[in-house]
T-cell receptor, first 113, second 115 residues
Framework: EAQVTQNPRYLITVTGKKLTVTCSQN?????MSWYRQDPGLGLRQIYY???????DKGDVPEGYKVSRKEKRNFPLILESPSPNQTSLYFC????????????FGPGTRLTVT | DQQVKQNSPSLSVQEGRISILNCDYT??????FLWYKKYPAEGPTFLIS?????DKNEDGRFTVFLNKSAKHLSLHIVPSQPGDSAVYFC??????????????FGKGTKLSVIP
């Protein structure tokens, strides 16, 4: 089954404790991206990757890091999480640029206290 | 500065009637537009898209209209069904350069279809 998986689905952590949210796709997609969804703000793009070893900032990259060492994986790293990073995070992938249909993961709800 | 605007946070429609969801954009570089649907506790799913070289695209009950001069697009759902109740996001992408790899979303419109 074609899918995007994210882990963990739910995470409660404390300020400053480094964490990684994993994202994996099995569709051999070139493009992957991370978004956060906040009430009243919709979906905002954090980082995206056009291909292996090629990443770039989206609209809200501050406080986040990403890496793309393999085509299928695109982890999101929070080196020192803060309460303003409490949000619902989605990973997505597509064949190419986001004008192609993107497939989204189920989401990771992160709470930073 | 919000480049993609969905000014109606919510919309209620009777089953069987037409639902019209609106979206405005400010960036004239945007040339490709997509609609995504999101149910609670799930990731968004792609619904329909339109290129700026067209003014209409249809897929079954869903039609998207684009008015480039007004920088406005709308999604029509006919007839509306209770299963269409979800949050609908409008998204836009620019045609070339770094902007073609970014996707800008609106804040979403929550559609409720009443049986």
């Amino acid at each position: 089954e074609a899918q995007v998986t994210q882990n963990p689905r739910y995470l409660i952590t404390v300020t400053g404790k480094k964490l990684t949210v994993t994202c994996s796709q099995n569709m051999n997609h070139e493009y992957m991206s991370w978004y956060r969804q906040d009430p009243g703000l919709g979906l905002r793009q954090i980082y995206y990757s056009m291909n292996v070893e090629v990443t770039d900032k989206g609209d809200v990259p501050e406080g986040y890091k990403v890496s793309r060492k393999e085509k299928r994986n695109f982890p999101l790293i929070l080196e020192s999480p803060s309460p303003n990073q409490t949000s619902l995070y989605f990973c997505a992938s597509s064949l190419g640029a986001p004008r192609y249909e993107q497939y989204f993961g189920p989401g990771t709800r992160l709470t930073v206290t | 500065d919000q480049q993609v605007k969905q000014n109606s946070p919510s919309l209620s429609v009777q089953e069987g009637r037409i639902s019209i969801l609106n979206c405005d954009y400010t960036n004239s570089m945007f040339d490709y537009f997509l609609w995504y649907k999101k149910y609670p506790a799930e990731g968004p799913t792609f619904l329909i898209s339109i290129s700026s070289i067209k003014d209409k695209n249809e897929d079954g009950r869903f039609t998207v209209f684009l008015n480039k001069s007004a920088k406005h697009l709308s999604l029509h759902i006919v007839p509306s069904q209770p299963g269409d109740s979800a949050v609908y996001f409008c998204a836009a992408s620019a045609g070339s350069g770094a902007g073609s790899y970014q996707l800008t979303f609106g804040k979403g419109t929550k559609l409720s279809v009443i049986p």
